[in-house]
């Protein structure tokens, strides 16, 4: 019984902290792990003599991890560019994301990574603000993004549809509001 109080107080805590209601207003400063299991569709293309560029979105759910595990905290979705050089099977990568929590408030965070396909695209992302108590929110952190992405191939002169799944994780996600 003492364990679930725990737990729900831990897990109630959590889900204020990143989605509280417009209403409540109090800063508040924390490092959090995050992560996100998404599908993304877009669309490959040869835009060179040795790179492919993938256009498109990603979403899916967002969870933040406590002591007892991951929980919900929303979903997240993410229009995104990735250039591939297919030379040196390495890739660039830029996005904007949207964090809309519970309560419908979102942050908005800026990504940009670079890497390897198979072994992921390692970057930093920005938190550039976001509505409700989120209007003013600061931070970020490192994060990794795998996908198997490197399943599709681009044909000259051809746009492919791909449709892929994979996860991006911060071991570190740093926010504070005003």
């Not at 990143?18 to 040869?46: D, N």
């Not at 072994?119 to 795998?146: E, P, Y």
């Amino acid at each position: 019984m003492r364990l679930n109080r725990r737990l729900l107080a831990s897990s109630a805590a959590l889900l204020l902290s990143l989605c509280r209601m417009p209403g409540a207003a109090a800063a508040e400063e924390q490092t959090i792990k995050a992560f996100s299991a998404f599908e993304a569709e877009g669309q490959v293309m040869t835009t060179g003599p040795n790179e492919a560029t993938y256009v498109g979105l990603l979403s899916g759910p967002l969870y933040i991890e406590n002591d007892q595990g991951p929980m919900n905290a929303g979903a997240l979705v993410c229009p995104l560019v990735l250039h591939i050089n297919l030379k040196t099977k390495t890739e660039q990568g830029i996005g904007q994301c949207a964090i809309t929590g519970p309560a419908g408030n979102q942050a908005y965070i800026s990504l940009t990574c670079a890497g390897a396909p198979l072994v992921g695209c390692n970057g930093a992302s920005a938190i550039t603000g976001g509505t409700g108590r989120f209007a003013n929110a600061t931070g970020g952190g490192n994060f990794i993004l795998r996908s198997s992405m490197h399943e599709f191939e681009a044909k000259t002169g051809l746009t492919t549809q791909a449709k892929t799944i994979g996860i991006i994780f911060w071991r570190e996600l740093h926010y504070k509001l005003p």
